[in-house]
């Protein structure tokens, strides 16, 4: 939580610099990059809400939990990009029908500079701790901060040629460059929101991982088949079906599915592991072998 109220500081911070900037230059490609921070401060705020959420346990309305409050925060956050994208195109339409030469051009581009190096310092920081932490609100936040930087760098570049050049027309082309940037970067974002929001399953290497666990750790049962998972922000859910002998007791039964769960939660973070128990005849002959 202390990260996501960081980054409404931070984004607050930048868009003050940004529109400094704008104001000192007249920039259009400049006006582009203060646009953009607005959509920061809005979407970090949104992100930090939605981890407050998803941090609330389960309850009788949401026994699974809140997890997927991020989810809902990463979309919301690749629609704003979207519609900041437009703005900005709107901008540099009207940046091409009427070009103007820049006003103080050189300081309000070492303003920009200065707003960039903290958001490129930030957004490392958001993408490193939100992937630590699992959390998806954050990682999005990340990657649209690291476009936002690159952004921000070709802005500057394409604003410094125009200086030089004198060729007006730059700035409102570098805009669009920003918006069309910002455009892919938000389909990115909302991509892989919508791909938890539809229960994907974990990575193929970390499946590799769980059924390894599963078939080392299930001895005294005769199979385990029907393994599905998904994951919700931190949480990772892993539920699968394990057929054991005919004789063997609830207790026997109860101690493997034990085993097999503490071993799984050792190795997955924040997984919650649901078993149903068969007996040997619903064996499927096709599932995960026991070691």
Known sequence: ???AIGSILVGLV????????????GSIA???DALEST????TAIAA???????AQPADANHPYGHHKAEFFSAVLEGVMIIIAALLIMREAYHGFQDPRVLDAPLSGLLVNGAASVINAIWCWTLISQGRKRRSPALVADGHHLLSDVISSVGVTFGVLIAIVSGWAMLDPLMAGLVAINILWSGWHVMR???SGLLDEAIPEAMLIKVREIISQEASGAVEAHDLRTRHAGQATFIEFHLVVPGEQTVSEAHEICDRIE????????????????????????TGIVVL
Do not use: F, G, Y
């Open 1 to 3: 939580m202390k990260i």
């Open 14 to 25: 930048v868009l003050a610099l940004k529109s400094l900037a704008w104001w000192m230059t």
């Open 30 to 32: 400049l006006l582009s």
């Open 39 to 42: 959509v920061n401060v809005a």
């Open 48 to 54: 930090a809400i939605a981890i407050r959420v998803a």
């Open 192 to 194: 892989e929101s919508l």
């Open 262 to 285: 503490a071993a799984l939660k050792a190795v997955v973070k924040d997984c919650i592991v649901t078993i149903h128990v068969e007996p040997e005849h619903k064996a499927k002959h």
